[in-house]
């Protein structure tokens, strides 16, 4: 069984979308409130997009693994995953003066990502196929 290593379209507009709207953010941000929280958004965005190129990385090498092997494979790299993001953040929050609350709202990007795309799929896309 071959495993194509090519992203898949739908991943891709994703990723695009989330760009977008990072963009977006930090351009409104920036207008609304400043550069500082303009800064927070900016990091948390990074942050957030760096985890899911990491997540997509770890997830192609481990559909390629035989047996169990890539389910604790996923299941380490989430572990180390996890705790770089944390250490991360954690850094952010003592050692700089980014708001904490730009900082969330730059790591939810992804996540505004997928939504978005999903609410653009249901409304225009699934016309006639109930």
């Known amino acids: 069984m071959t495993i194509s290593m090519v992203k898949d379209p739908i991943q891709k507009q994703i990723e695009y979308v989330s760009l ?9 941000t920036l207008a609304a409130f400043g550069p500082g929280f303009a800064f927070g958004v900016f990091l948390g965005g990074a942050l957030c997009i760096l985890n899911y190129q990491w997540l997509y990385s770890h997830a192609r090498t481990a559909v390629t693994l035989p047996g169990r092997k890539g389910s604790s494979y996923m299941m380490f790299k989430y572990v180390i995953r996890l705790g770089a993001m944390a250490v991360v953040i954690l ?5 700089t003066q980014v708001n904490i609350i730009a900082l969330l709202v730059g790591l939810s990007v992804i996540m ?3 939504v978005s795309y999903a609410f653009y799929t249901i409304l225009f896309h699934n016309r006639g196929e109930e």
Not at 91 to 95: N, Q, V
């Open 20 to 28: 977008g709207i990072w963009f977006g953010l930090c351009l409104i």
């Open 91 to 95: 850094a952010l929050m003592t050692f």
């Open 112 to 114: 505004l990502g997928i």
